[in-house]
């Protein structure tokens, strides 16, 4: 049996957000034929995105902050133009509780720092964003890891296609030598592994080259990854891992690989850095563009996927492969089950977002299905008559919540719950 103490670091609790913003290159009529085009445009959704920024991360205000509206912060204007909910004014302290981490998916990479930076330092916080460069595709879109800098700071970042994960460090812990900012494309230089490097979850996606096995054949073409080396990492470190995987439904077998190969590098990091996974703080979330029945949710929620798996047809994996840690997932942690949909494209609707943590270390406290706020709240049934993006929401996802809670393993009980060593047999 595992004995658990709450954690006596700076890090006890954390909530955690994880969204998929929609990047404007997909935001099109044509796309989405049912919305207003107005509300697709990147200038009215940006407006939108920056208030829920202030609703989700802003402290909780004091008597006269409540008063103050969205207007007072960088690109929002208390204008007639703009969108009902970007001068809303900030959500009570006892209806939310502030987040303190972000995982976002379809950022735009190379306007990041113009569009949120500004929202985010208001905010007390820090980012880092995937760092790579896409080769011949016009489109800088991939993730962001946001963190608050009075609770977090950035020790080391790994970026691989559509995956990245991220070390951050307690403020108590000794200090890095990284600057989470220095991680903005333009600071360095990266590749994809993909041909052209278009993560378009709305258009044909590029080819993907497998090896025998069905895993991504590195040695037909490398990829070229970027890595950012720091002080060494400890168990107070948490390790965050953000996705937004292949969206073409039928690559079945590539959302498996980029899962499976993200894993196998962050163990391999922390088996460097002589961390224990069974001990290691973990978050894993994002757009898995895929739900709770897939071969991807399985393999992180069971700890294995046996050789000559399939799902829809196809053989997703020829060798087995297994990983130590032990994911739950919050959302079903907490209310028995995963929401009734995430994701809305027209009438079809989805549960494709989600937000894991690694037990017993971490615990979940509390979680929503949908975050409601005082900017967009929508009641469920009017959600369901509404097609995304709308007026109040600048997305076709929604957003999940978690709040989890930091423990203390004994280290008997660490070594109990890791026996596996991320290995394919």
Not at 221 to 229: G, N, R, V
Not at 407 to 421: D, G, K
Request: proline share 8%; with cysteine; glycine share 4%.
């Amino acid at each position: 049996m595992s004995s658990l103490t709450p954690s006596p670091s700076s890090l006890q609790r954390l909530s955690v957000i994880t969204y998929n913003m929609l990047a404007p290159p997909w935001a099109t009529p044509k796309t989405y034929p049912w919305c207003d085009p107005a509300h697709l445009q990147w200038d009215y959704r940006r407006k939108l995105l920056r208030s829920q920024l202030l609703d989700w991360c802003s402290p909780c205000p004091s008597a006269s902050a409540a008063s103050t509206t969205a207007a007072s912060f960088p690109g929002c204007s208390s204008s007639g133009s703009s969108p009902p909910s970007a001068c809303a004014k900030l959500p009570s302290a006892q209806n939310r509780t502030p987040a303190d981490l972000l995982l976002l998916q379809e950022v735009l990479l190379d306007s990041f720092e113009e569009d949120f930076v500004p929202t985010l330092e208001q905010l007390g916080f820090d980012y880092v964003l995937q760092t790579e460069k896409r080769g011949k595709t016009k489109r800088g879109v991939g993730l962001a890891i946001c963190f608050r800098s009075s609770l977090l700071r950035l020790r080391y970042h790994h970026s691989r296609s559509r995956t990245m994960f991220a070390v951050l460090s307690p403020v108590s812990s000794p200090p890095s030598d990284v600057s989470a900012h220095a991680s903005h494309p333009s600071a360095e230089l990266a590749a994809t592994d993909r041909a052209d490097g278009d993560d378009d979850d709305h258009a044909q996606p590029p080819e993907q080259t497998l090896n025998a096995d069905g895993d991504d054949d590195d040695d037909a073409q490398p990829p070229t990854e970027t890595m950012t080396a720091t002080a060494t990492a400890t168990e107070e470190d948490l390790f965050v891992c953000n996705v937004h995987l292949d969206g073409a439904p039928e690559l079945v077998d590539v959302r498996f690989q980029q899962t499976k190969s993200l894993l196998q590098r962050l163990l391999a990091y922390q088996q460097e850095q002589g961390v224990s996974p069974g001990r290691s703080r973990l978050v894993f979330g994002g757009d898995f563009n895929s739900d709770h029945h897939s071969s991807v949710y399985r393999l992180l929620s069971e700890g294995r996927m046996d050789a000559g798996t399939t799902e829809l047809g196809r053989v997703v994996t020829k060798s087995e492969f297994v990983h130590p840690f032990q994911f739950a997932s919050a959302q079903a942690t907490a209310f028995g089950r995963e929401p009734e949909f995430t994701f809305v494209l027209g009438e079809w609707r989805s549960t494709i977002d989600f937000v894991l943590f690694h037990r017993p270390v971490l615990q979940c406290v509390s979680a929503s299905p949908l975050l409601h706020t005082s900017s967009y709240s929508l009641k469920r049934r009017a959600l369901l008559e509404k097609a995304l993006p709308s007026a109040e929401l600048p997305s076709d996802h929604l957003p999940l919540r978690c709040t989890l809670a930091v423990q203390v393993l004994s280290s008997a009980s660490a070594a109990s719950s890791s026996p596996r060593n991320g290995v394919a047999r």
